[in-house]
Nanobody, 116 residues
Framework: QLQASGGGLVQTGESLRLSCTASRTILSTFISYNMGWYRQAPGKQRELVASIASGGSPNYVDSVKGRFTISKDNSKKTVYLQMNNLKPEDTAVYYC?????????WGQGTQVTVSS
């Protein structure tokens, strides 16, 4: 079970940090998952924003490169999305995802709203 938090209302240029914790997962299981953050804006399809593979390097959609950073703290079974220099076009519901060959789990979503 994934629990996401950290969304909110901010102004352009400000920062937020999203967190997603796998509260009911044992550590060895958490480490085996590829973790990602997706977002869905009104009227748009859900898109992958950032991902970090088990033991791999992070990847980002071009629109957030240089502004967003995905990271994992395995000891806390938590994945983070640090979002800096936020823009109105970043406004969306953000979802965390944990995926491996035999599983695909989603968090409940957290709203991020960036005002101009």
């Amino acid at each position: 079970q994934l629990q996401a938090s950290g969304g909110g209302l901010v102004q352009t240029g400000e920062s937020l940090r999203l967190s997603c914790t796998a509260s009911r997962t044992i550590l060895s299981t958490f480490i085996s998952y590829n973790m990602g953050w997706y977002r869905q804006a009104p009227g748009k399809q859900r898109e992958l924003v950032a991902s970090i593979a088990s033991g791999g390097s992070p990847n980002y959609v071009d629109s957030v490169k240089g502004r967003f950073t995905i990271s994992k703290d395995n000891s806390k079974k938590t994945v983070y999305l640090q979002m800096n220099n936020l823009k109105p076009e970043d406004t969306a519901v953000y979802y965390c995802n944990a995926r491996r060959a035999d599983d695909d789990s989603w968090g409940q979503g957290t709203q991020v709203t960036v005002s101009s």
